[in-house]
């Protein structure tokens, strides 16, 4: 049983918990994920690591609650316990600071997982400027926690109740193009639209792929994508992979093999 | 009196109705029945039957002991050699093991050794104790399938202090989250291991070693020696057109969803979808769990397509399945899934034909060409085998792996290229059987408890 040290509730879809689990906190990286089960017969699901402290032996998790798991998670208050709580699991992020400039874009819940990385790349001394999108301003999460570590940083919300009417696209189009690498975080089809902006241009552009996973070992198959004509499981060889080699008309395909379920889950388009 | 060449038969459920339940379909015998069984053996003075058991247990000498209705006593016998009879008597291939060599097998059936061997397992219910004295060595085991257990079973009834790591939320490995529930209840599994955990095993699950802390941090940590059981979890990938489309399951996806994730139960929160016509490739005891857990879970009609002609499957299951109502496709091979809104609705076959030239003893297979013909499916669950996983391997600098990233470990003591850690089950051997995993992890723990043993003092 793993015990919730603190709980904040970012907005009324996210909330954000630490949770004490120290086999995790041990030697988790940025880009790294966690599988939890809520309870005896709940489902596991995959939630980015979005801080950790290996000192006090917590990993922070931010979530956006769209079906029964996350729901049933967000009831939970400040030292209840949940019941598994597996990882780190996956790749950590390949943060090479050879890339002086990095661009960082995070939709919806997805700013959550980008915030790791670019903490990291700041701290490698690497210029960092972010794009956040989210439907408003209060549900763009961290902000100042962003503030703190990108040199600049923009907003795009679909009713312009913060930055710009529109969406993180839109910005990128308008800024200079001249990044060493962009990393993409955020719904498949935000992914999609950035690495075809990207591509033109020949930016290096990472992105984070959220299939439904198991067990997060490589053992079911069941978060198979296709990356540069190989199938590749998301779990053990991602999640992170060169968004110009994702098949994203696959993975949004696969995504909905439970359609009458909520699974697209990054919620922001 | 009954005609000894025959064996005492087996109650089962009827199969008109246990194929839309997952009850478990052998009842077992009743104490009259399986006393009645034992004395059919001949009680032979050099058993054949226990050269063709992969852990030797004394069958001869626990069969007397039903002769004469001492239960326990039975028991205690087959426990000496085997850490976990009531799964091994429901799942050996006992008729290419000990009963294939059974001396009755000449001229008539075979005793029924894991029939008896379950019944006893079934009948005991004493806890034991662990009265081993402690000698403070500790070990760390990596996975909790049959090669981890029963390594960790060995080493604490000799005394060391023993720690098992496992990855998913619960124990067991392959007999969790593979083996169904109508074949293996998970209750008789829970079982096993209370009993390992009554020796003073302790096991630590959510903990995946190569992720969560590698083999270095466990010999850091104080662990005087490690062994790795993290079986034959990956997947072989087909490579085939269309494989990657909705509805098409690997069969351990399948398979997880319904034991580990309870998907059966019909207030589950973890379903699985599959549709009325589902086609299971491949022939192994892995294809045939999943055609008859999709039978069980309302599939009309069920298809095992496999490229060879003699199904490797575990023969009882095999009839069973030709019971509840599956169909079998022998010599035919996938060569292209073919979807329709991202959903596959046909395999396109081929059909194959064996070599004739056997050299090697072992025949071969060749696609006839035109043979290819459309099959029309809604679901297809992809049982084609499995390799080794490599999370460890990939962070443990120094770990020898052959083949398809199998871990290569000594024949004799088990010891990987690593001093003091040693490997077993199906992660050196790829996918095999539960008894060679556990074969695998006794001689691995008799190795490790020679090295302690031979150890000069250190200060
Ligand atoms: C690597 C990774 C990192 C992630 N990080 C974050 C994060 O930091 N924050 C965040 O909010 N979300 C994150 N997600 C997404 C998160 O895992 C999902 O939002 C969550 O699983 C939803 O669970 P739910 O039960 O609340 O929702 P639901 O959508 O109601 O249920 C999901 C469950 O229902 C079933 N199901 C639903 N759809 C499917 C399907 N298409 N195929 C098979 N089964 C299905 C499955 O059992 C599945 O687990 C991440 C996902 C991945 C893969
Ligand atoms: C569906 C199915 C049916 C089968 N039917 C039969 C049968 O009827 N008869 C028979 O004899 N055999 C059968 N087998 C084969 C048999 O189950 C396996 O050969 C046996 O379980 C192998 O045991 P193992 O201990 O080596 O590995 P496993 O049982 O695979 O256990 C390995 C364990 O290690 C854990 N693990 C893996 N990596 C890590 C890590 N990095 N850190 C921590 N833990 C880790 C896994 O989660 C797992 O729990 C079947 C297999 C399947 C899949
Ligand atoms: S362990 Fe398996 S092979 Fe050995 S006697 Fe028991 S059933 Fe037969
Ligand atoms: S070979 Fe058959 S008859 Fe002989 S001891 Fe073994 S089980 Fe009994
Ligand atoms: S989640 Fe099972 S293989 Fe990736």
């Keep these: 049983m793993y015990r919730i040290i603190k709980k904040v509730i970012l907005n009324n879809d996210v909330t954000m918990m630490e949770i004490h689990a120290p086999f995790v906190s041990r030697r988790c990286e940025p880009g790294q994920f966690i599988i939890l089960r809520v309870d005896e017969n709940g489902e596991r699901i995959p939630l ?58 995070g939709g919806g819940v997805g700013i959550a997982p980008l915030y790791p990385q670019i903490k990291k790349l700041k701290e490698a001394g690497c210029i960092t400027d972010v794009i956040l999108g989210g439907k408003t301003g209060e549900h763009i999460i961290l902000k100042n926690n962003f503030s703190e570590i990108s040199d600049n940083i923009y907003f795009a919300t679909d009713d312009g109740s913060l930055g710009e009417k ?28 950035v690495t075809d902006i990207t591509k033109k241009y020949n930016i290096k552009t990472n992105v984070s792929l959220n299939p439904i996973m198991i067990d997060g070992t490589g053992m079911c198959g069941g978060c198979r994508v296709t990356v540069g004509g190989k199938t590749k499981f998301a779990c053990v ?33 | 009196m009954n005609d000894l060449r025959k064996k005492v038969q087996i109650k089962e459920l009827i199969s008109a109705e246990r194929n839309k339940n997952f009850e478990e379909v052998v009842i077992g015998y009743s ?8 004395q059919r053996c001949l009680n032979c003075k050099n058993p054949m039957c226990v050269k063709g058991c992969p852990v030797n247990v004394p069958i001869p000498d626990f069969i007397e002991k039903i002769k004469e209705r001492k239960f326990n006593e039975a028991y205690k016998i087959i426990k000496t050699e085997n850490f976990l009879p009531a799964v091994c008597g429901r799942v050996c291939p006992q008729e290419k093991q000990c009963e294939g060599n059974c001396i009755r097998n000449k001229t008539g059936d075979s005793v029924s050794i894991g029939k008896l061997e379950r019944f006893v397992s079934d009948y005991y219910s004493v806890n034991e104790e662990n009265t081993a004295e402690k000698n403070n060595k500790k070990i760390a085991v990596i996975g909790s399938g049959p090669a ?12 060391y202090e023993v720690t098992v790591f496992e990855a998913l939320h619960i124990p067991g490995g392959v007999l969790s989250y593979g083996i169904p529930e109508f074949r293996l209840p998970k209750k008789i599994v829970e079982n096993e291991i209370d009993k390992i955990k009554n020796l003073g095993v302790k096991i630590i699950t959510n903990v995946i070693i190569g992720k969560s802390m590698t083999i270095d941090d466990l010999l850091y940590d104080g662990y005087d020696s490690v062994f790795i059981g993290s079986g034959a979890g990956l997947p072989r990938i087909m490579g085939i057109p269309g494989e990657n489309l909705k509805e098409i399951y690997y069969a351990n996806e399948f398979l997880t969803r319904v034991n580990l994730m309870k998907a059966y139960k019909k207030d589950s929160e973890t379903p699985i979808k599959i549709g009325k016509t589902v086609t299971v490739i491949g022939g192994g005891n892995v294809a045939v769990d999943s055609a008859r857990t999709a039978k069980r879970l309302g599939a009309e009609k069920v298809f095992i397509v496999y490229r060879r002609e003699e199904i490797p499957a575990r023969e009882e299951e095999i009839i069973h399945a030709r019971e509840e109502g599956i169909e079998f496709i022998l010599l035919t091979s996938p060569v292209k899934f073919i979807g329709e809104n991202g959903f596959v609705k046909a395999v396109e076959m081929v059909k194959t034909k064996l070599l004739e030239s056997e050299k090697s003893g072992k025949k071969d297979f060749c696609e006839i060409e035109g043979s290819n013909y459309l099959f029309e499916t809604d679901t297809v669950i992809i049982a084609a085998g499995q390799t080794s996983n490599p999370i460890i391997s990939s962070v443990t600098p120094g770990l ?16 990987t290229s690593i001093k003091k850690v040693y490997a077993g089950g199906d992660a050196v051997t790829g996918a095999a ?26 200060v």
């Excluded at chain 1, 990044?179 to 999609?192: R, S």
């Excluded at chain 1, 909905?256 to 379920?261: A, L, N, Q, R, S």
């Excluded at chain 2, 104490?31 to 034992?38: D, G």
């Design chain 1, 48 to 105: 980015t690591i979005t801080d950790y402290n290996r000192e006090k032996e917590t990993v922070t998790i931010i979530f956006q609650k769209v079906g029964l798991t996350t729901k049933k998670l967000g009831l939970k208050s400040e030292n209840d316990y949940i019941q598994d709580f597996a990882g780190p699991l996956g790749n950590p992020a390949p943060i090479n600071i050879k890339n002086k400039r990095v661009l960082g874009i």
């Design chain 1, 237 to 269: 060889d991602g999640p992170d992979f060169d968004g110009f080699e994702v098949d994203f008309k696959e993975c949004m395909e696969r995504q909905t093999v439970y359609d009458e379920k909520h699974i697209c889950f990054m919620g922001a388009k």
């Design chain 2, 31 to 38: 104490e009259e029945e399986a006393v009645s069984e034992s």
């Design chain 1, 166 to 193: 529109g969406f993180v696209t839109d910005i990128l189009k308008k800024t200079e193009l001249s990044y060493d690498l962009v990393i993409a975080i955020g719904p498949l089809i935000m992914m999609k639209s």
């Design chain 2, 400 to 415: 020898k792996i052959y083949g398809n990233g199998k871990i290569f470990a000594d024949s004799e003591t088990n010891q």
């Design chain 2, 148 to 159: 981890g257990i029963t390594c960790a079973g060995e080493l604490a009834v000799k005394g």
């Design chain 2, 433 to 458: 059987t539960v008894i060679s995993a556990m074969e695998a992890g006794k001689k691995a723990a008799l190795a490790i408890d020679k090295y302690f043993k031979n150890e000069p003092e250190t």
